[in-house]
């Protein structure tokens, strides 16, 4: 009987890992975009910082670089926030592993309270990149090539934070034995047959 309950409980456990599956694919799905945005700012930064294509000038004053240098550091310090965040998203591997609502209840509040900061410090990394390339461009609050780098550089910041709350999978504490039965289970499942703890490879029982 105990067996039996272990069985039914590890096989619920594996059925909530099914409901974390869409997050799992949106956050594989933004890791990607913020990815391509990566590349695409860094390239631009290239390009502008040596003087490829640029609107601001190669002439430098005073031992003061010269403005292409300060755009291309504008596209190149976002395009690094960016490429914090698509790691960030992409290691998103908790969302296939253990339930979190399974959790003993002190690790289930740190995983949720760690998750949801790390969403909303990405937001934030989004926003002072954002913020960071409309100042250094001068499109708003029109001052020093200095102000909008401030900026830049606290999204950097921002987003190594968002990395170190997203990992969140040491909460996490399936034991070994629960996982891999876990897998068993989905396995026989998608091919219609159904495994017990004991049952030999080969010798599943059709369900």
Do not use: C
Not at 78 to 100: C, D, K, R, V
Not at 122 to 150: E, H, K, Q, S, Y
Not at 159 to 176: D, K
Request: hydrophobic residues 45%; glycine residues 12%.
């Amino acid at each position: 009987m105990a067996q039996e309950m272990r069985g039914q409980s590890s096989y619920r456990a594996s059925n909530d890992t099914e409901s974390q599956v869409p997050m799992y694919h949106t956050e594989h799905f933004l890791a990607y975009l913020f990815a391509v945005a990566s590349i695409v700012m860094g390239v631009l930064g290239l390009l502008v910082g040596f003087n490829v294509i640029n609107k601001g000038g190669g002439t430098s004053t005073l031992g003061v670089p010269p403005q292409n240098f300060w755009d291309g550091l504008n596209w190149i310090i976002p395009a690094i926030a960016s490429a914090m965040l698509a790691y960030t998203l992409h290691s998103s591997e908790h969302h296939l592993a253990q339930n979190p609502s399974t959790l003993a209840p002190a690790h289930k509040s740190m995983w949720n309270s760690e998750h949801y900061g790390a969403w909303l410090v990405g937001i934030g990394t989004v926003a002072l990149a954002v913020i960071g390339m409309l100042v250094g461009f001068d499109v708003i609050n029109r001052g020093t090539p200095f102000d909008g780098l401030i900026w830049s550089f606290a999204s950097v910041g921002a987003g190594a934070l968002a990395m170190t709350l997203h990992s969140v999978r040491h909460h996490q504490m399936a034991t070994e034995e629960d996982y891999i039965l876990g897998v068993v289970e989905r396995a026989g499942t998608a091919r219609g047959t159904t495994t017990t703890r004991g049952t030999q490879p080969g010798m599943e029982r059709p369900s």
